[in-house]
Nanobody
Framework: QVQLVESGGGLVQAGGSLELSCAAS????????MGWFRQAPGKEREFVAS????????YYADSVKDRFTISRDNAKNTVYLQMSSLKPEDTAVYYC??????????????WGQGTQVTVSS
């Protein structure tokens, strides 16, 4: 399994930007698709973006398309989520996960502890 640690969350004004990082340990990182999910208070965990093992393909939720960019550096065992034009509705705990790259949380077998992103209006 892969151990994951997110960082980079914080408080930002609407319209601002943040970059999240997820550092992975373990020998399988470069062979695993990675995903970012988020969970707001009182809501279910939702898919944000995913990237294939080599980084050749990326997928996004409609709500973040054209504002967020997922990327990975397999040499550094790290996956990133660049977020721009942030909105208050982007406020949530953001999680990275290792799995099959789908939109379904149940298909991911390793999760980080999460990092809080708060967007003020």
């Amino acid at each position: 399994q892969v151990q994951l640690v997110e960082s980079g969350g914080g408080l930002v004004q609407a319209g601002g930007s943040l970059e999240l990082s997820c550092a992975a340990s373990g020998r399988t990182f470069s062979r695993s698709a990675m995903g970012w999910f988020r969970q707001a208070p009182g809501k279910e965990r939702e898919f944000v973006a995913s990237i294939t093992a080599r980084g050749w393909s990326t997928y996004y939720a409609d709500s973040v398309k054209d504002r967020f960019t997922i990327s990975r550096d397999n040499a550094k065992n790290t996956v990133y989520l660049q977020m721009s034009s942030l909105k208050p509705e982007d406020t949530a705990v953001y999680y990275c996960a290792s799995g099959d790259g789908s939109r379904l949380p149940v298909t991911y077998d390793s999760w980080g502890q999460g990092t809080q992103v708060t967007v003020s209006s």
